[in-house]
Every structure is written in C-alpha cells, then in structure tokens.
C-alpha cells in the first residue's frame, strides 16, 4: 500500500475496501496505491473507500471476508454504502432518504 494516504486503514491483505481512520472533507485529494483521487463531498471516519474498481456483483471485501455484493460498479476511491453495496446475508435499510451517489473521482 505504498503511496496511500496514512487516513486509510487496510484491515486484511485480500480487502478490496480501505477504511476511513479520520474525515476526508469535500475538495481534499487524497492517494489510493498512486492513483490521485478529488472528493466532491465529506466523508466521515468509519466508512468505506473502494480500493480498487469493483464490478456490479462482485464481492466486497473486509476483514479478508465477504460483506456484501457491489449493487452498481464502483470505481477506485468511491464511498462504498448503501447506494452501491448490498447484503448477501440480510437486507439492506437506510433512513437517509437523500443519500449521495459516489464521493470522488480518480485521476491516474
């Protein structure tokens, strides 16, 4: 994970999500293994970046397991929630009626 902002926690080597060990603010750009990536909105610590593009059906992965499908593709740096994640396991429920496509976009 060389060149990866120090914000970012790999929780296991076969992990294709990176979490958020502190707040990425809207404008800020940060780097995934290289690759530059500009936030369009706030991201709270906790949350989840993808660390590499995903494919809709793909497994997420965290903690070296499964959490759940990709629901839609999901590019390198995206937030991984509810717009683009799915259980396999339970459904998924959100109370936020106004949620937000994706937070950022890549630039190699």
Known sequence: MNDTDPRLLLLHPDDNVLVLRAAIQLGETIRIEGVSIDFTRNISMGHKLARRN?????????????????????????HVHLLNLKSDYTPTHSLDADAVEFSGSSKP
């Open 54 to 78: 995903l494919k809709t059906g793909d497994k997420v992965i965290k903690y070296g397991a499964p959490i759940g499908s990709a629901s839609r593709d999901i590019q390198l740096g995206d």
